[in-house]
């Protein structure tokens, strides 16, 4: 299978490429070459790669920053998204549109199912919430991921490394962690999200929602204790409430895997199993950051 994923050089972008090595060939543009804005240049990569299936990556990923530069966040996340369903559609290749837990407005309790209704709180929510209406309307043969508390070993590119990442850094340079214990995720480790989307591809899952999270789900203070813990490390961590003044995010984003199982694949593995996996691993010399 022939791939090609916009967005690519992100710490998701980094996993598929080892997932898919030795079984499928992958290419992956830099935003210099193909930036999502620009239809005509998505267009043109589509055409001159001739893919089976294109995975959309690629986000404007800040929370803050989308709340003070919505157009940015509209014109990659949701204008970005539509470019890029619509050109595989023409090239007749599967469309895959990366998205998030933010969708959800945290107000349910527990976790969120793919067929629940996206409520937005922030302007980042609004913008993924959009693209994966409009990329079902262009390309009705396209699949949703939604991600949630993503860690890779090549980071985010839009956010300067991870949480995990954040975490270990803090508490090697002798810094105190307040960390909030007012919202709860599904911590999911990039390598296990991009094995579990060649396996949708590889056994050719329905059109439709998928949610590729590792199993369990807990608070980021929560986290940053399970990041200490495994890693060794010794830090004052002290919980704290979400400010005020601080961007809303949804309290409880947990994701629900209700459809790969019908469809064969095993559960993922644990956050835990995920996290301890990733603090071993991470020294390894075999991930890149993204080129600027």
Same mark, same amino acid.
């Given at each position: 299978?022939?791939?090609?994923?916009?967005? %690519?050089?992100?710490?998701?972008?980094?996993?598929l490429?080892?997932?898919?090595?030795?079984?499928?060939?992958?290419?992956? &543009?830099?935003?210099?070459?193909?930036?999502?804005?620009?239809?005509?240049?998505?267009?043109?990569?589509?055409?001159a790669?001739?893919?089976?299936?294109?995975?959309?990556?690629?986000a404007?990923?800040?929370?803050?920053?989308?709340?003070?530069?919505?157009?940015? $966040?509209? @014109?990659v #996340?949701?204008?970005? $998204?539509? #470019?890029?369903?619509?050109?595989a559609?023409? $090239?007749?290749?599967?469309?895959?549109?990366?998205?998030? /837990?933010?969708?959800?407005?945290?107000?349910?309790?527990?976790?969120?199912?793919? /067929? /629940?209704?996206?409520?937005? +709180?922030?302007?980042?929510?609004?913008?993924? *919430?959009?693209?994966?209406?409009?990329?079902?309307? +262009?390309?009705?043969?396209?699949?949703?991921?939604?991600? =949630?508390?993503?860690? %890779?070993? @090549?980071?985010?590119?839009?956010?300067?490394?991870?949480?995990?990442?954040?975490?270990? *850094?803090? @508490?090697?340079?002798?810094?105190?962690?307040?960390?909030?214990?007012?919202?709860?995720? =599904?911590?999911?480790?990039? *390598?296990? $999200?991009?094995?579990?989307?060649?396996?949708?591809?590889?056994?050719?899952? &329905?059109?439709?929602?998928?949610?590729?999270?590792?199993?369990?789900?807990? =608070?980021?203070?929560?986290?940053?204790?399970?990041?200490?813990?495994?890693?060794?490390?010794?830090?004052?961590?002290? &919980?704290?409430?979400?400010?005020? /003044?601080?961007?809303?995010?949804?309290?409880? !984003?947990?994701?629900?895997?209700?459809?790969? %199982?019908?469809?064969?694949?095993? &559960?993922?593995?644990?956050?835990?199993?995920?996290l301890?996996?990733?603090?071993?691993?991470?020294?390894?010399?075999?991930?890149?950051? !993204?080129?600027?």
């Amino acid at each position: 299978m022939r791939l090609l994923v916009f967005g %690519g050089w992100g710490q998701f972008g980094t996993e598929l490429v080892l997932a898919a090595e030795g079984r499928h060939e992958l290419i992956r &543009p830099t935003h210099l070459e193909a930036d999502v804005t620009d239809g005509g240049a998505v267009e043109a990569a589509v055409r001159a790669v001739r893919p089976d299936a294109v995975v959309n990556a690629a986000a404007f990923h800040r929370v803050e920053r989308c709340e003070e530069d919505p157009g940015t $966040a509209m @014109a990659v #996340n949701t204008v970005g $998204a539509v #470019n890029v369903a619509r050109a595989a559609a023409g $090239a007749g290749a599967r469309a895959v549109l990366v998205s998030s /837990d933010y969708v959800f407005d945290g107000e349910k309790g527990i976790g969120y199912a793919e /067929d /629940d209704r996206p409520s937005p +709180v922030n302007l980042y929510g609004v913008s993924k *919430a959009a693209a994966e209406q409009g990329v079902r309307i +262009v390309c009705p043969d396209s699949m949703v991921v939604r991600l =949630s508390g993503l860690f %890779g070993h @090549a980071g985010s590119s839009g956010k300067g490394g991870n949480f995990v990442e954040s975490v270990l *850094a803090r @508490a090697s340079a002798g810094e105190s962690l307040s960390v909030v214990d007012d919202q709860r995720l =599904s911590p999911t480790a990039a *390598a296990d $999200a991009a094995a579990r989307l060649l396996e949708l591809l590889d056994c050719a899952a &329905p059109a439709g929602m998928y949610h590729l999270a590792n199993q369990g789900s807990c =608070s980021w203070f929560e986290l940053a204790g399970a990041v200490l813990e495994l890693s060794g490390l010794q830090a004052q961590l002290s &919980p704290r409430s979400t400010g005020p /003044d601080e961007v809303r995010r949804p309290r409880c !984003s947990v994701l629900a895997d209700t459809r790969t %199982g019908p469809l064969g694949l095993a &559960p993922t593995r644990p956050w835990r199993r995920a996290l301890a996996w990733y603090l071993e691993a991470r020294a390894e010399p075999r991930f890149r950051r !993204s080129p600027r």
